[in-house]
T-cell receptor, first 116, second 111 residues
């Protein structure tokens, strides 16, 4: 069964460093997302991406964050100048079409980021 | 501010019983509702979605939606210990692309 894959599964980084989290969405999907989940808290939307541009973003997704689709398969989340509070599980997700009653999003296994 | 609320639990039920998980949402514009299961340290896994008032059944799972009351529920029949997980309710409107997640209800099925 097709799945969203993410790398790395776990990354430890020093505060102030830049981190790139990578994702390979399901191949025929057109919409891509990043969500994050701080330990013990709810899953929070960061950004959605369609047609090579950001289609929606949350208040969390400020200038510290950026996304890119550098080639036909990868979808990356870059976090610049990481802070302790960026420690969380970051989930990539994708959907075949615009999320609606007929299209849902499928999550990758997550990248656990620890900022020390 | 769009909010999805869930009782954090834990909800404990004996094996074989019916587990009832509830969710309320604040945005009347929400049109689609999703239930995800999340095991500790793992990613959310879709169980089912519902967008019409009433019940929708899939195997041991039944989702119920009442838009007038802004209420969604998930029933799990014949609960198994493997059903022990956190269940996330998510809502989406027809315009945006992001899902708003509730905090999740932790379910514990006791053998």
């Amino acid at each position: 069964e097709p799945e969203v894959t993410q790398t790395p599964s776990h990354q430890v980084t020093q505060m102030g460093q830049e981190v790139i989290l990578r994702c390979v969405p399901i191949s025929n999907h057109l919409y891509f997302y990043w969500y994050r989940q701080i330990l013990g808290q709810k899953v929070e939307f960061l950004v959605s991406f369609y047609n090579n541009e950001i289609s929606e973003k949350s208040e969390i997704f400020d200038d510290q964050f950026s996304v890119e689709r550098p080639d036909g398969s990868n979808f990356t989340l870059k976090i610049r100048s990481t802070k302790l509070e960026d420690s969380a599980m970051y989930f990539c997700a994708s959907s075949e079409g615009r999320p609606s009653s007929g299209n849902t999003i499928y999550f990758g296994e997550g990248s656990w980021l620890t900022v020390v | 501010q769009k909010e999805v609320e869930q009782n954090s639990g834990p909800l404990s039920v004996p094996e074989g019983a019916i587990a009832s998980l509830n969710c309320t949402y604040s945005d009347r514009g929400s049109q689609s509702f999703f239930w995800y299961r999340q095991y500790s340290g793992k990613s959310p896994e879709l169980i089912m979605f519902i967008y019409s008032n009433g019940d929708k059944e899939d195997g041991r799972f039944t989702a119920q939606l009442n838009k007038a009351s802004q209420y969604v529920s998930l029933l799990i029949r014949d609960s198994q210990p493997s059903d022990s997980a956190t269940y996330l309710c998510a809502a989406k409107d027809n315009y945006g692309q992001n899902f708003v997640f509730g905090p999740g209800t932790r379910l514990s099925v006791l053998p």
